[in-house]
């Protein structure tokens, strides 16, 4: 059944909490969640996907850490700007404008990346090393041929998933596309697909998939092994691999049997316990 698109108001009031703070980057309305106290950790969500994604791991990470967690543009309740156009060195420059906006203009920052936001998170890091502290990749995108590493898988060639196009956030698909992505099927429950579900249908946020599927994300993994930073890699067993520690030269790597493309979800506590290890 096509789904109509709900509206921004009604999604805000859904999932803001006493947390949520907005603050006007390029005339993008940003949703953002600043919490904990000590050095700053960066959080980047998939595409598709929201801040939200991280609430699992919030009670470990914020005993820590000061963890700053925002909705990418075009996606969550950030929507994009008209002019923003999905571009990879577009989501670079907003990270650099949002991690300024929160006071992060001068010192270092760890970043954490899932997905596309791991995408996002390893070319940030090859672009501005001097400000990246330790670097985190969980089943991060980046190679032109794995692009399909996403909850809602794209590609260049093949647009997104025929599922999403037909269904257009049909409760059945969302619950299909979990189970056919993640090894840990005892977290799909109706709460999670629901908040999939809403920030999927959130005003704006299918354009905003499918603007990225064509958007220019610039090839630049010849140029990893410059990454001179510690990094962390964790990968779920049931993801196809992409051999992210061949390519960088300062890297741990942890594999977790059985699970999939949300660790943070699957397995919050040992993924909070190797995040933390490893950043300390």
Same mark, same amino acid.
């Given at each position: 059944m =096509? +789904?109509?698109?709900?509206?921004?108001?009604?999604?805000?009031?859904?999932y803001?909490?006493?947390?949520s703070?907005?603050v006007?980057?390029? +005339?993008m309305?940003?949703?953002?969640?600043?919490?904990?106290e000590?050095?700053?950790?960066v959080l980047?969500?998939?595409?598709?996907?929201s801040?939200q994604?991280? #609430?699992?791991l919030?009670?470990?990470l914020?005993?820590? *850490?000061r963890?700053?967690?925002?909705?990418?543009?075009?996606f969550g /309740?950030t929507?994009?700007? @008209?002019r923003?156009d999905?571009?990879?060195?577009? *989501?670079?420059?907003?990270?650099?404008k949002?991690?300024a906006?929160?006071?992060?203009? /001068?010192?270092? =920052?760890?970043?954490?990346?899932?997905g596309?936001?791991g995408? %996002?998170?390893w070319?940030y $890091?090859?672009?501005?090393?001097h400000?990246?502290?330790?670097?985190i990749?969980?089943n991060?995108?980046? *190679?032109?041929?794995? #692009?399909s590493l996403?909850?809602?898988?794209?590609?260049?060639?093949?647009?997104l998933?025929?599922g999403?196009?037909?269904?257009?956030? #049909?409760?059945w698909?969302v #619950? @299909?596309? /979990?189970?056919?992505? &993640?090894?840990?099927?005892?977290i799909?429950?109706?709460?999670l %697909?629901?908040?999939?579900?809403? %920030?999927?249908?959130?005003?704006?946020?299918? +354009?905003s998939l499918?603007?990225l599927?064509k958007?220019?994300?610039?090839?630049?993994k010849?140029?990893?092994?410059?990454i001179?930073?510690?990094?962390?890699?964790?990968?779920?067993?049931? &993801?196809?691999?992409?051999? =992210?520690?061949k390519?960088?030269?300062? &890297?741990?790597f942890?594999? *977790?049997?059985?699970?999939?493309?949300?660790?943070?979800?699957?397995n919050?506590?040992q $993924?909070?316990?190797?995040?933390?290890?490893f950043?300390?």
């Amino acid at each position: 059944m =096509f +789904k109509l698109d709900l509206p921004l108001d009604s999604i805000k009031q859904k999932y803001t909490d006493d947390n949520s703070k907005f603050v006007t980057i390029d +005339k993008m309305n940003v949703h953002y969640k600043e919490e904990g106290e000590g050095e700053p950790l960066v959080l980047l969500h998939d595409a598709g996907l929201s801040l939200q994604i991280w #609430n699992n791991l919030m009670p470990f990470l914020t005993k820590h *850490y000061r963890v700053i967690r925002f909705d990418l543009p075009g996606f969550g /309740l950030t929507a994009a700007s @008209k002019r923003f156009d999905y571009s990879m060195d577009k *989501y670079i420059y907003f990270v650099k404008k949002m991690t300024a906006a929160v006071g992060l203009s /001068l010192g270092k =920052f760890s970043i954490l990346g899932a997905g596309f936001g791991g995408h %996002i998170a390893w070319q940030y $890091t090859l672009l501005h090393q001097h400000r990246i502290e330790k670097l985190i990749l969980i089943n991060a995108q980046g *190679y032109a041929s794995k #692009n399909s590493l996403s909850l809602f898988q794209f590609d260049k060639k093949n647009g997104l998933s025929k599922g999403l196009m037909r269904w257009r956030g #049909n409760t059945w698909m969302v #619950n @299909k596309l /979990l189970r056919k992505q &993640v090894g840990n099927e005892s977290i799909i429950n109706d709460q999670l %697909i629901r908040e999939i579900q809403d %920030i999927l249908l959130c005003k704006g946020n299918r +354009k905003s998939l499918i603007r990225l599927s064509k958007a220019a994300l610039k090839d630049r993994k010849h140029r990893m092994p410059e990454i001179k930073t510690s990094t962390l890699v964790i990968w779920g067993s049931k &993801v196809e691999k992409v051999n =992210f520690e061949k390519d960088l030269p300062n &890297v741990e790597f942890k594999k *977790y049997e059985g699970i999939g493309l949300l660790p943070m979800i699957e397995n919050a506590k040992q $993924t909070a316990e190797d995040i933390i290890q490893f950043l300390s």
